[in-house]
């Protein structure tokens, strides 16, 4: 994947750099920085990116995204209508403990978080207690200054060292590239897909939008997705499907034509692949969740 070198700006004075934004939307291109950071969902919903990894997320919602991974999160179709009064809200923060030194972070007491800064490269989601305290902690960073929001962020990290409500997202880690023209390619099939995933389109459709052949945009978008066509459209239209199921209570034959299915014995198999549940199956585990949680 070639995705947007992105340089976050940040002045002399602030190694730990904290972003409190508030816009109608995320920002949906494909992108990467050196920084490591912590994604704090606060309000909006839809779906991200993150190296090969594709779901949903929702307000709550917590990532921990490492140095030069490509990611992006794209809001919900609602969010981008014309008289839309939703909001995307987020606190992200920045930083790149590497500055402070390889002896610092090769010290015993925190080489762990040099491990998980490692395994963020593949990007993490945090759940349960451990999200609920890093989302206190989040909203509290831009409070903090100088060496004090240093040292807030290690007691961070060592919490989500010893935690195990973490699960990694992408199967890869990714080497850091930058072609702007792929990458604007990449963006441009990406946001095409979205706006028509429950659609009929085609891999001819898709290689247009490239500007390419069908045979030379498979190799590209294999090359810069880690996936093949069908597999990126069925995750993205699978997503779609499981908010349906849960937030909609629409039938199953309903949610296939909604998600671009017209075969209904198709789905129900691209579903089972994808998410390991039939529909009814999908729908009992997460009302089990539900109620636990409750």
């Given at each position: 994947m070639k995705p947007l070198l992105f340089k976050i700006a940040k002045s002399e004075e602030q190694s730990?750099?904290?972003?409190?934004?508030?816009?109608?939307?995320?920002?949906?291109?494909?992108?990467?920085?050196?920084?490591?950071?912590?994604?704090?969902?606060?309000?909006?919903?839809?779906?991200?990116?993150?190296?090969?990894?594709?779901?949903?997320?929702?307000?709550?919602?917590?990532?921990?995204?490492?140095?030069?991974?490509?990611?992006?999160?794209?809001?919900?179709?609602?969010?981008?209508?014309?008289?839309?009064?939703?909001?995307?809200?987020?606190?992200?923060?920045?930083?790149?403990?590497?500055n402070l030194g390889e002896a610092f972070l090769n010290l015993p007491e925190v080489y762990p978080i040099k491990s998980l800064l490692q395994a963020s490269k593949r990007g993490l989601q945090v759940h349960g207690s451990s999200r609920e305290r890093l989302f206190r902690a989040a909203q509290k960073a831009s409070q903090k200054k100088g060496l004090r929001r240093i040292l807030h962020l290690l007691k961070q990290l060592n919490h989500l060292v010893m935690s195990e409500e973490i699960t990694t997202l992408s199967h890869i880690v990714f080497e850091p590239m930058s072609s702007p023209g792929d990458t604007k390619k990449v963006n441009s099939v990406v946001h095409f897909i979205m706006l028509n995933f429950n659609k009929d389109i085609s891999l001819a459709d898709a290689a247009d939008v490239a500007n390419l052949s069908t045979n030379s945009f498979c190799r590209f978008f294999k090359k810069h997705t880690r996936k093949t066509f069908s597999q990126f459209l069925n995750e993205i239209r699978i997503g779609h499907a499981c908010k349906q199921l849960i937030e909609e209570a629409y039938s199953v034959k309903e949610v296939a034509f909604d998600s671009g299915y017209y075969n209904i014995s198709y789905f129900n198999r691209q579903f089972k692949l994808i998410t390991s549940y039939t529909p009814s199956e999908y729908l009992k585990a997460h009302k089990n969740t539900r109620n636990l949680a409750n």
């Open positions: 730990v750099k904290v972003l409190e934004e508030d816009y109608p939307y995320f920002y949906d291109s494909l992108h990467y920085h050196i920084e490591t950071q912590i994604m704090v969902i606060l309000e909006g919903r839809g779906t991200y990116f993150i190296g090969d990894a594709i779901g949903n997320f929702t307000a709550g919602d917590i990532f921990l995204i490492g140095s030069n991974l490509p990611h992006f999160f794209r809001s919900d179709p609602s969010y981008y209508a014309a008289d839309s009064c939703l909001r995307a809200k987020n606190i992200s923060i920045l930083f790149a403990l590497e």
